[in-house]
Nanobody, 123 residues
């Protein structure tokens, strides 16, 4: 079983920064592509960004490009989502996810999910 445990998140003012962490256990971390998704109340879960297995490639949604950055520390089995210049519309529950096949924007490609963490950006 591949387990993902998230930490970080919370309440921040607009323009501020937060970093989310997602620690993996149970399988070889570097075998998995990692993604971040978010879900706001009443909305579908949407793609935020993803990172390749060794961390050499990343992909971001247009809405966060230039403000968010994904990285991974293979030695620590952890993937990070650094969020800068946060906006109220970034308010959502954020999820990390893993899949062993490809760098994907589709939530349906991901087999394993973290528990989610709330990010609230006040104006």
């Amino acid at each position: 079983q591949f387990r993902l445990v998230q930490s970080g998140g919370g309440l921040v003012q607009a323009g501020g920064s937060l970093r989310l962490s997602c620690a993996a256990s149970g399988r070889t971390f570097s075998s998995y592509y990692m993604g971040w998704f978010r879900q706001a109340p009443g909305k579908e879960r949407e793609f935020v960004g993803a990172i390749s297995r060794r961390g050499f490639s990343t992909d971001y949604a247009d809405s966060v490009k230039g403000r968010f950055a994904i990285s991974r520390d293979i030695a620590k089995n952890t993937v990070y989502l650094q969020m800068n210049s946060l906006k109220p519309e970034d308010t959502a529950i954020y999820y990390c996810a893993a899949n062993g096949d490809l760098l994907s924007r589709s939530r349906y490609a991901y087999n394993y999910w973290g528990q989610g963490t709330q990010v609230t950006v006040s104006s």
